[in-house]
C-alpha cells in the first residue's frame, strides 16, 4: 500500500501540466479552421472596409499618421517591445552570476529564445510573401489590387511585405510568458498568457486602425508565436519531464509485480 502511495505522490511531484494534444493539436486545429474561414470568406476585405469607411476613408486612411496610433501605439509599441526584451536578456545574463536568480537561468532562456524566434520568424516571412497592405490597395486609395494570401500575384503586380503582422508580433510574441509561468508559478500562467495576448491585440488593431494590416495577419502572429513557444517548452521541459515519468512508472510497476519474500 505505501509503495502505491508512494507512486502517486512520485508522480504528482514529477507531473506536469503540458500535453501535446491540448497546447498543439488543438490550437492547431483551431488556428487552421479559422484562417482557412478568412481565407475562403474573404473576411479580411470585409473587416478592412467596415474600418475605412467607419474613420471616415476616401483616399487614404486618417488614422495612418494620427499621433495616438502612429507615435504612441506603433513607435511607442516597438520602443516598449525592445525595452521588455532588454530586461529579459539582463535578467538572464544576471541568472549566470546572481545565485538567487540561477534557478530560473533555463526559463528564462526559453523565454527569451520563444520570444526572439517568433519575432524573426515573422520578420522572415514578411520577406518571402506577396501580400499587400490594405492601405496599398485601390480600394483603399492604394495602387495595386487585393490578392488573397495564397493566391499568385497577376504579372506585373509589386510585392507587397505586409504579411504576417510583425508589429502584433512583437506583442504575441510574450505568451510565451504562459510556459515561463507554468514552469516557475502555474497559477499565473494564464495572467501570463493574458499579457501576450493583449499586448499583441492591441498592436494588431492599431495596425488595422492605420490601414498596414488585415486582421488575419494579427491571428497568424498570433499562431507562430503559441507554437514556437510550445516547441521550445516541449523541447527544454516537457519532453524530459515525460522521460521521467515514464522511468519512475516503469520502475514502480516492476516492484509492484515483483513476488514478495515469504
Known sequence: MSLIQHHASTSETLYEPFSVKHHITLPLLVFLLVASLFEYFQFDLDIAQYIFDWQGGLTYWPLKTQW???TIMHTGGRDLVILLGVLLFTALGLSFKIQYLNQYSRNLFCLAMSVVSSILIVKFAKDFTHVNCPWDLTRFGGHVAYTAIFSPLP???????CFPGGHSSGGYAWVALYYFALQVNPKYRWAGLAFGVTLGLSFSITQQLRGAHFFSHGIWSLAISWFVASGYYYLLFASKRSGKN???MESNKKALNKP???
Open 68 to 70: 495616438f496610433t502612429s
Open 155 to 161: 504579372a506585373g503586380t509589386e510585392l507587397g511585405r
Open 246 to 248: 515514464a522511468l519512475v
Open 260 to 262: 514478495s519474500a515469504v
